[in-house]
């Protein structure tokens, strides 16, 4: 941990601990987005005159830099180091004499074959938590082959149960791999921190997209195991219950959760259809679940009838679970997101940003810096090499 100075952050949960972030695009920079946020200073390490290749991912971009990379590098310093020279690896070990942890997804191999892999900084600092992101995984047939969110998202059968019946599977829109492999990392992290509290020891953590993508996949296999059943395609809803799903109004969607028999039986009475709770069809979940297309096609005869906030009222009223399909400029001023203040912008005004969704004790961790420009902070650490 650093010298114990205070600063603006002490009320943070990690502050005092120091992260060094050899990352790049989504996954290690979120992994080090959520340290810093609860107060970590996460140092970035990146390439002389390049970067990280996010900075060039838009537009929009904004003082040089992309949204995308200002979103994933807030609340970090940025220094540059040619990792092919002995002075660039020099440095990186001398970071790594009082660090925390390191969280790095570089190419396979590659932070071992430069003198930088676990081994090598756990010899300078044995209190380390080194962390690696690996695409297909540390070990097996793929794992020196590269990977980005969307080959994780086909190649482990997330993507394969997105969009809609019959028609050509889709990418989850959120980067869902990247950011989960992240917060993998982060919570590995956390975990081998508080191990170090009881052993003094630090310790290697792998994490890779494709076994995030796996992960997504809880409740899929084993639901395939019982079945033999490959799950499908299931629109805005699920495979296992119905009506669970976003329904037509006259202008727009609304997603209806009636997710059990008396939700079920309060929805038909609310659209004017009680006779729908005794028939045979869908007596229960799973027989809706078999006849979903049948109970789907007779709600939307009523609900496309009338607008998305009269039947908004309605549900409300009978206590069934609903949500309009809202747009994020919708999303952005709903009360809702006001009242848990997690909107916040940078210290420049010039950024909207959704702040960690946790809390600690009731406040929201509230650092709010810019992401750094390329190299800003080469000079504070420039006489460590």
């Not at 997330?158 to 989960?180: A, E, F, K, L, Y």
Request: hydrophobic fraction near 40%; glycine fraction near 10%; charged fraction near 20%.
């Amino acid at each position: 941990m650093s010298d114990g100075s205070t600063s603006a952050n002490d009320h943070l949960p990690l502050a005092g601990y120091k992260v060094i972030e050899l990352g790049h695009s989504v996954a290690a920079p979120y992994a080090g987005l959520v340290l810093a946020e609860m107060g970590a200073e996460v140092i970035k390490i990146e390439r002389p005159g390049v970067g990280d290749d996010c900075r060039g991912w838009g537009p929009p971009f904004r003082d040089g830099m992309s949204a995308t990379f200002q979103s994933l590098n807030r609340n970090k310093k940025s220094v540059t180091v040619d990792l092919k020279s002995p002075e660039g690896i020099a440095l990186i070990k001398e970071l790594a004499k009082d660090a925390d942890a390191l969280v790095q997804n570089q190419k396979p191999g590659l932070a071992e074959s430069l003198g930088i892999g676990p081994e090598a900084l756990l010899a300078v600092n044995p209190r380390l938590i080194y962390t690696s992101i690996h695409a297909f995984g540390k070990m097996g047939p793929l794992s020196d082959r590269p990977g980005y969110d969307p080959l994780m998202q086909a190649f482990g059968g997330v993507m394969s149960t997105q969009g809609h019946p019959g028609q050509p599977p889709v990418r989850v829109g959120t980067s869902i791999i990247d950011m989960g492999t992240g917060m993998w990392a982060a919570m590995a992290i956390l975990a081998g921190l508080l191990r170090r509290e009881k052993t003094g020891k630090g310790g290697i953590v792998d994490a890779s997209l494709y076994e995030t993508a796996l992960g997504w996949m809880v409740y899929m296999l084993p639901t395939y195991a019982f079945s033999g059943k490959l799950p499908k395609p299931s629109g805005s809803g699920v495979n296992m219950i119905s009506p669970y799903q976003a329904m037509k109004t006259s202008d727009s969607q609304l997603v209806m959760a009636a997710g059990n028999d008396n939700l079920f039986a309060k929805l038909c009475t609310v659209l004017g259809h009680p006779e729908w709770i005794a028939d045979e069809r869908f007596l229960s979940n799973a027989d809706r679940v078999v006849n979903k297309p049948a109970i789907i096609e007779l709600i939307e005869s009523v609900t496309s009838l009338e607008t998305t906030a009269h039947w908004i009222e309605k549900l409300d009223a009978a206590g069934i679970p609903n949500a309009p399909v809202q747009t994020l400029d919708q999303v952005q001023v709903h009360p809702q997101t006001e009242a848990l203040e997690i909107l916040r912008e940078d210290t420049e005004g010039q950024m909207s940003f959704f702040g960690l969704p946790i809390s600690f004790d009731g406040r929201r961790p509230d650092r709010n810096e810019q992401a750094p420009a390329l190299g800003a902070h080469d000079g504070e650490f420039a006489a460590k090499g």
